[in-house]
C-alpha cells in the first residue's frame, strides 16, 4: 500500500512556511500540504491543499524532491509506504498571510485549527520539523540557501 503525499516550500525573506496541527492526538509540525486524490496531478494537489489550507492561489511551482528512500507511514497501523512530492511556490500577498509566532497557537484549543508560522533558515534545524521526509528536504533547503 502506499500513500502520495504533496508539500509546499514557500520561502520569503530566508523564512520558510510550516504548518502545525494535531493529527491523531498528535503535535506534528510539517510544510503545508496534504494527500493526492484520485484523478488528481501532483501540482494540482498542491494548488488545492494550499487553497484549502491557507485560503491563498499558489503560484509558479517548481518540483523541488521526490522521496527517493523507503518510508513507513507514521498515521497507518498497516504497512503503509510514503511517498512525497514538493514543489516551491510564491504566492502574490506574502505579508497578508495568516501566521502566528508561537507554534500551536490555539491549537490545542480547537484541534481541528491549523495555524502557519515562519521558521528561519538560518536558525532553525531539522528537528523543529515532525515528518522524516520533511527534515531531509530542510536539509536540502538549507544546502540550497
Given at each position: ?31 503545508p ?93 531539522a ?10 528536504v ?8
Amino acid at each position: 500500500m502506499f500513500t502520495i503525499r504533496v508539500y509546499g516550500l514557500f520561502i520569503h525573506n530566508g523564512h520558510v512556511l510550516v504548518s502545525d496541527e494535531l493529527i491523531k492526538g498528535q503535535r506534528i509540525t510539517k510544510f503545508p500540504g496534504g494527500g493526492l486524490e484520485f484523478g488528481e496531478g501532483t501540482k494540482e494537489c498542491l494548488i488545492r491543499e494550499i487553497r484549502e489550507e491557507i485560503g491563498v492561489e499558489a503560484l509558479e511551482l517548481a518540483h523541488f524532491y521526490t522521496t527517493d528512500f523507503f518510508q513507513q507511514s507514521t498515521f497507518h497501523e498497516r504497512p503503509m509506504q510514503v511517498l512525497s512530492v514538493y514543489y516551491t511556490f510564491r504566492i502574490a500577498q506574502p505579508d497578508a498571510l495568516p501566521t502566528v509566532a508561537e507554534p500551536f497557537f490555539g491549537v490545542l484549543e480547537d484541534p481541528d485549527q491549523e495555524v502557519f508560522r515562519w521558521l528561519d533558515l538560518s536558525t532553525s534545524v531539522a528537528e523543529d520539523l515532525s515528518l522524516p521526509i520533511d527534515r531531509v528536504v530542510w536539509e536540502m533547503l538549507r544546502g540550497a540557501g
